[in-house]
């Protein structure tokens, strides 16, 4: 080997050896760049605890939204304890437990606020879940900010920790209580109603009843003298009502029986004396629904009964009882109309429909 080459081989050298010097001092400079491994999970071993989870805290804009788990499944504190929707829960608690961080992020706590991950508060839109246990101790606390540009990915960080992170999904976080509430209150079907008796409390009556299930349009009993019906696509509007009937609100009434004198006022009801609507159908199933008209909606109470399955409607008691409902004013309408609604225009001098014995 000459000169020449031995000098090319320890100039190469020298240069490999800044290079590697080189990057050695930048990894120390910066270790966010760093070949640290991130770990598995944000939550350790919290997958294998979500069953021992009892409770879970959102905040979000100065409002918190507390969800209770129980025997009976989770229940909305702020809506007195009424029953949650069991899916969104489950997926955002198992959102948690298997979120993993993919990429490492600013450590610095006057940085947190570019990816919105302050300290939730009124002036910005980070959200904190807290689950906890059943001792009440929280098992994992997570502040949840922006998503990447992406819009699949969201930044967090840990609570009580600055260090955040590019988590490997978007969280499914629902910020008001009434986006938790389980809004069905029963499903009976249109195919399943036999018969359909409306009472005013002025008197004023309806019923509406068909032969067998096979019979698609329902008849209009007790018509006046002189007066006919309108067609059967008209008058059948209550008789699928139970069949997807949703709750807009929900409290406890004042007493068994209904709201009393001050809670009438407070909900807006207009009249004190309700509105009773009963389904009976072809298998026996009867349910009662007493409905207070409000200014613009109406709140309902419903029991059921049944003299051949007496556990269907115990089903239906066990999740209705002690609740009062407020429905839309379509539905409300759907469920409670009078007779002359229901009639063709009267003939001259038939004169209009009164209350029964009027």
């Not at 910066?30 to 944000?42: G, H, I, R």
């Not at 699949?152 to 490997?168: I, L, M, N, P, W």
């Not at 539905?331 to 225009?345: D, F, I, K, Q, W």
Request: proline share 6%; with cysteine.
């Amino acid at each position: 080997m000459n000169a020449k080459s031995l000098g090319m081989l320890v100039f190469v050298a020298l240069i490999v050896g800044v290079i590697a010097t080189l990057a050695v001092f930048l990894q120390q400079k910066n270790p966010s760049t760093a070949s640290t491994k991130l770990p598995d999970v944000l939550f350790a071993s919290l997958e294998d605890k979500v069953n021992d989870i009892s409770q879970m805290r959102i905040e979000n804009k100065g409002e918190t939204v507390t969800l209770s788990s129980s025997g009976n499944g989770w229940t909305v504190d702020s809506y007195e304890g009424y029953p949650a929707r069991f899916e969104p829960v489950k997926k955002l608690i198992m959102e948690i437990a298997q979120a993993k961080p993919v990429e490492t992020k600013t450590d610095k706590k006057d940085l947190l606020g570019r990816l919105d991950l302050d300290d939730p508060s009124p002036e910005n839109s980070a959200s904190l879940i807290t689950l906890s246990g059943k001792d009440g101790s929280p098992l994992a606390a997570l502040v949840i900010g922006k998503t990447d540009s992406s819009g699949q990915r969201s930044y967090v960080r840990k609570a009580g920790e600055t260090q955040a992170y590019t988590a490997d999904k978007r969280f499914s976080v629902l910020t008001m209580g009434s986006q938790w509430v389980d809004t069905s209150i029963i499903k009976l079907p249109r195919t399943d109603v036999w018969t359909v008796t409306v009472t005013h409390p002025d008197g004023d009556q309806i019923q509406l009843w068909r032969e067998s299930p096979d019979e698609s349009s329902f008849t209009l009993l007790n018509l006046p003298e002189g007066r006919t019906a309108k067609p059967a696509n008209q008058i059948g509007a209550s008789t699928s009502a139970l069949a997807f009937l949703s709750l807009t609100n929900v409290t406890k009434p004042a007493t068994e029986a209904g709201p009393d004198e001050s809670q009438i006022e407070a909900l807006g009801i207009t009249s004190p004396d309700p509105v009773t609507v009963e389904y009976l159908s072809f298998d026996q199933l009867k349910v009662v629904c007493t409905i207070w008209q409000a200014e613009s909606s109406a709140w309902m109470m419903l029991h059921a009964e049944s003299t051949s399955d007496p556990a269907s409607a115990d089903e239906i008691n066990s999740r209705t009882r002690g609740w009062l409902y407020e429905i839309g004013q379509y539905a409300a309408t759907n469920m409670t109309p009078r007779l002359e609604s229901l009639l063709e225009p009267a003939s001259p001098g038939s004169g209009p429909v009164g209350p029964a014995g009027g």
